[in-house]
């Protein structure tokens, strides 16, 4: 358990966040095709990096692979894995078992690959027979997890007749299917993505030197933070604006909440201004991972409230729109949510019960609610450590910025 609670209503101070997890995990997976030409520094210390570099890292990966909670592990492992000579038994979490995998599976199959189910079909552990894969054509669905298609792009070029790929609309989180790319043209492999359809050929991955920047999404909560404040003055550094990062977004997201981003040659420098939209309607099918800690702040600041496009979130560590909603019930919150969106009204009187706030293994669910504090006093957690799956300083960095952190 542990407890977090403001002890002013201004923020100031500065803040060292992690490197990108999603550029980290993309890397590693580039750095295995590569036969580990790629020279990779400032890596994420986020828990599901440290697992999936741990994998990779093994002389001889084990036929019996444990993914826990890494849904992106999980994904990319499975393309990855399709392609290396053995018999492998890939599982995770309970939860991670609850995940559907078909799309993925079938896309490998259709290619030459060979992934069966070991349990429910559609769903994890996969019993999966690496070899060499001819690629060639297939369509995926684009409205499930865009991991599924970083992970059949990043095999693509080791494929004999490389691959063409045809995503079926809509296509959720496109950001994060075009830093895959990005990051593979950094690497020297080329790519055509015209309308729908990405081909990538037969090609060697360079060798070359790469530093990861720094997590755009672990700053959704220091933004949150920034919004609920009265007043806030925070720098993090290593932030860019020309990144590679979708969730750089949030810069722009949260102008509407008064926060304002100043760009510098070191990072930014985020400003709570008097500035506040009254109303809102966003649809963040390209940015799902913002959408609650977005969430959260509107609630405490008040303002009405409509998000879209969240059609992924359900199939995240929890289903996080349900979880959401059930947590903020705790604060005298009433939110409706269905399998695409979530609506926040106006004005809702938050008084937090004290209840405990459960986590659900889920690392965003207590990030995202944290900043509450702001306007609420302390709040409860069930586990502190469920937020080292990607940002394990969140607490640390909290304490840096002013609050009080009790365990």
Known sequence: MIELNALSNQIAGKVQLSSSKSISNRLLILSAMAKNN??????????????????????????????????????????????????FKLCGSERMHQRPIAPLV??????????????????????????????????????????FISALLMIAPTLEKGLKLTITPPILSRPYIQMTLSLMKKVGIKHAWENNTIIISNQTYNEIDFTVENDWSSSSFIYSLASLSHKSTIEIPHLFEDSLQGDAFVSELYENLGVKTSYTHGGISIQKTDFQQE??????????????????????????????GLESLKLKESDRLLTLQKELSKFNVICEVDNHSIFIPKKQNINYNNELIQTHHDHRIPMSIAPLCMKVGPIRFDDEHVVNKSYPSFWKDMETLGLSVKR
């Open 38 to 87: 790629l020279k990779l520094s400032n890596l994420s210390d986020a828990d599901d990096t440290k697992l999936l570099d741990q994998i990779l890292s093994k002389p001889c990966l084990d036929n019996a692979i444990d993914c826990h909670h890494a849904g992106t592990t999980f994904r990319f492992l499975t393309a990855y894995l399709s392609t290396k000579e053995g018999l």
């Open 279 to 308: 109303k809102l309607a966003f649809d963040l099918a390209d940015y799902p991972d913002l959408a609650l800690p977005f969430a959260v702040s509107c609630v405490g600041l008040g303002i009405e409230t409509h998000l879209t």
């Open 106 to 147: 079938d896309a490998i199959n259709q290619i030459g690959g060979d992934v069966a189910y070991l349990e429910k079909k559609g769903f994890p552990p996969l019993l999966i027979r690496g070899k060499q894969i001819k690629g060639g054509e297939i369509s995926i669905t684009g409205d499930v997890s865009s991991q």
